[in-house]
């Protein structure tokens, strides 16, 4: 079985987990947890990071920081992972779901601002396969309504957005906070893992103490306070040192990492162009003003049948392909709180698109197979 | 210098670790998840067990469990980690606090019924030190009101509660829910880390979604439901698989970790106590109704002044000794919300009580050195 799938480990995992082990500070924000914040905001031009236990998380505290109240709205793609919703729901947000691009499956930039109303607290862009939404759009809306804009870069680590300014910028480094997934599908990994990003320095100073379960415990160690104390909300969002040691190993790696992930992204891409067409198959759209960080390889079927035999087809060839999300606005969860709006282009994608094995280990041969087993295709 | 506290490692985490990252499945809920959770379920009659990232984690799906709303009250002792607190009022509760035992920190069980209002909806009890709070008398209480009981276990793995039907049953197996805590400071850890058990089992369901995000996908696996999608609030409570093969290794040698610290507890109880006696320094204690897990070994001063002077005449014996927590109900975040009772007990533990450093790897010769230090007070 080709799985859809596999966690890539670069070798050294194990051995920062031991030397993490061996310090002696298992609990969070110890030696690793530090390296990989520094290394972050260098690497990228974030203005300071924050680890946390999964990107779930780093959600939950930029709907904390930006101070979500209940009936406050959030305009977010219904075509996301449940988390981007989740963050704000638990903090008594309304969300206000916005269509797709007909071209991208990330959110439609030019319907967002006649979802704004009074009560619009905060726009949650996702770069979905870690292509960029274009930022200066929503950017401007923002800054005309006085809105927070949360990024939800959870697949887009190491990918830029170039503005019209010309300037290439780290996707996450562009609204005021963002939120990145070390979940073991993505790029780079933890197993389970994310990183808040905060751009907007207001809120540095209590990120870490949301971060910290509420306390004033890092000003304290800086010496900074004589006691601490509960002086905020918080949770324990911060992982073990262990998960921050792995992670380490990643980072190190991720030039490697992500030169392998474009080299099979783009043979997918190459042997598949004819094809796609021929069979009016989508293929992934990359705009010009994003970059590609080779996240997910997906196509967008013409319909669910065409997409139910490719994946059924690709199966009986032990080739596991998956597809993903399910409208959010029709979910269970959330069909009878949403306000009625049709979304057709999240409910295609919802249908039709599909998403091939993608992975560091995919072998050539592997991937040939995969390749042949679609061209095959009546 | 002697630490307050040192991670004892059994050697086989990084083994286990290794193994985890090996089989391939690094996210949430693999085999060692899974491990662990039954292991937890079978030794100590849980209902059902999720491990989550962290105690608080545990303590906050506990809060939504029971649906908390805005304006529920909850009653919970104020000398107590902020975690217990942060978990409800993220669901927007109210914290009516309680005093803490006079002979005892826990929560002084005779003042509760009398903090009961028509809002009340759950008791927090917390089993400070690992030493059960009087739990027939809690249960009682919350039968008569409709009340849901979330015990705070985090400091009480392996520690017991004999009931006035003289029957033992494990901390944390009594109240509707449960949470522990495996952060690095406690007798079992893996670094960050925590464990909520579920007794009322009509939880268990609604907790394995919120454990995964708020979807049914626990169910999908196990083909109850053909797909799987947003069905409730959630988020990523879930650890990943290399936290859990960590823990994994110190569960298989708990009865070893549990008869160290019990060595170490009994020797720093019988060298102490005339000394404790003549300088009005209380000494731990363990009512009839509650085992002692030898999580703790704290001392209560009778004043501030001469809890300074030990821990500097310790300190400058490069010996560390440590103080908790300070009453929630005075912190900077509280304070102005509370109801203004005066909770002495919950203060005077607050200003007098100490903690010794206590720790698997605390030599003999160490523990000697301590000893020898307190006895020399004038």
Redesign the interface.
Known sequence: MIPFN??F?TGK??HY??DA??T?????NGKYTQKCQKWFEETYGFGKCLLT?????AL?MAAILIDIQ?GDEVILPSYT???T???F??R?AKLVFADSRKDHPGIDESSIEALITPKTKAIVPVHYAGVACDMDIIMDIAQKYGLFVVEDAAQAIDSYYIGRDGVKRALGSIGHLAAFSF???KNI?????GMLAINDLQFAKRAEIIWE???NRSSFFRGEVD?Y????????F??????AA?LWAQFENIQDIQKRRCTIWNTYYNELTSWAEKHEIRMPFVPDFASNNAHMFYLVCKDVEQRTRLIDRLKSNSILAVFHY?S?HK????EGKHDGRNLPESDRYTDCLVRLPMYYDLEQEQQELIIKVLLDEK
Chains 1, 2 share one sequence.
């Open positions: 596999k966690p480990l995992e194990a987990m031991y082990v061996h002696g500070k298992l609990s969070g236990t999964s990107c779930t998380d939950e209940p992972f449940v988390s919703a989740n963050a729901v638990l008594g979940h073991e599908t990994i933890s197993g389970e893992g379960k509420g306390t006691k104390g509960w002086v905020d909300v918080g949770s324990s911060l992982p073990s040192e262990v998960i792995f399910i959010l979910s269970p969860f959330y």
